[in-house]
T-cell receptor
Framework: ELKVEQNPLFLSMQEGKNYTIYCNYS?????LYWYRQDPGKSLESLFV???NGAVKQEGRLMASLDTKARLSTLHITAAVHDLSATYFC??????????WGAGTKLIIKP | GAGVSQSPSNKVTEKGKDVELRCDPI?????LYWYRQSLGQGLEFLIY????????KSGLPSDRFSAERTGGSVSTLTIQRTQQEDSAVYLC???????????FGDGTRLSIL
């Protein structure tokens, strides 16, 4: 059974700092997603990582995938307040079913 | 429309009543998913539709839950004889194909009194 663990589950940081969110999963998968959710809002797709060593960047966010270690990271560079949200990773269990992490609530203080 | 549309956005009902939640996916998307999100939690898969194939109902928590998708487009999730533990946000997502990123609606916040 595929299990997905994120850590930390809660992160409070100052603007301008760097930090990394980790997503570990328990069985082989070649497709991993990162989503963002603002309070009271729905989920927004950020990245799709499809192969070992994949790295994608959008603004201050960079995601990477190591399929051998079953690990993905979401790195935040020089955080700004607008990045405050809950971030979820989700791993493809088969061709269509995603198994979700519990989410990392990120608060960035001015 | 441009995105996935869900209705109602909020639903408050008494325990024991039936509720029906609606999802209108993005036009042309063949895959449709229902999830449940409890407060502060991740997403729990409920059911998946792909084209005209039989749906994957493996995530439905009990036989009080059912869903259908008519004409390969609009879907309804029905919860019969609601219980307080059914209180959650119910999210619908669609994707162009099953291996494509899922686009989410704003969800229906269901509260059972």
């Amino acid at each position: 059974e595929l299990k997905v663990e994120q850590n930390p589950l809660f992160l409070s940081m100052q603007e301008g700092k760097n930090y990394t969110i980790y997503c570990n999963y328990s069985t082989t998968s070649d497709r991993l997603y990162w989503y963002r959710q603002d309070p009271g809002k729905s989920l927004e797709s950020l990245f799709v990582l499809l192969s070992n060593g994949a790295v994608k960047q959008e603004g201050r966010l960079m995601a990477s995938l190591d399929t051998k270690a079953r690990l993905s990271t979401l790195h935040i560079t020089a955080a700004v307040h607008d990045l405050s949200a809950t971030y979820f990773c989700a791993v493809d269990n088969s061709n269509y079913q995603l198994i979700w992490g519990a989410g990392t609530k990120l608060i960035i203080k001015p | 429309g441009a995105g996935v549309s869900q209705s109602p956005s909020n639903k408050v009902t008494e325990k024991g009543k039936d509720v029906e939640l609606r999802c209108d996916p993005i036009s042309g998307h063949t895959a449709l998913y229902w999830y449940r999100q409890s407060l502060g939690q991740g997403l729990e898969f409920l059911i998946y539709f792909q084209g005209n194939s039989a749906p994957d109902k493996s995530g439905l928590p009990s036989d009080r839950f059912s869903a259908e998708r008519t004409g390969g487009s609009v879907s309804t999730l029905t919860i019969q004889r609601t219980q307080q533990e059914d209180s959650a946000v119910y999210l619908c997502a669609s994707s162009l194909r099953s291996n494509q990123p899922q686009h989410f609606g704003d969800g229906t916040r269901l509260s059972i009194l």
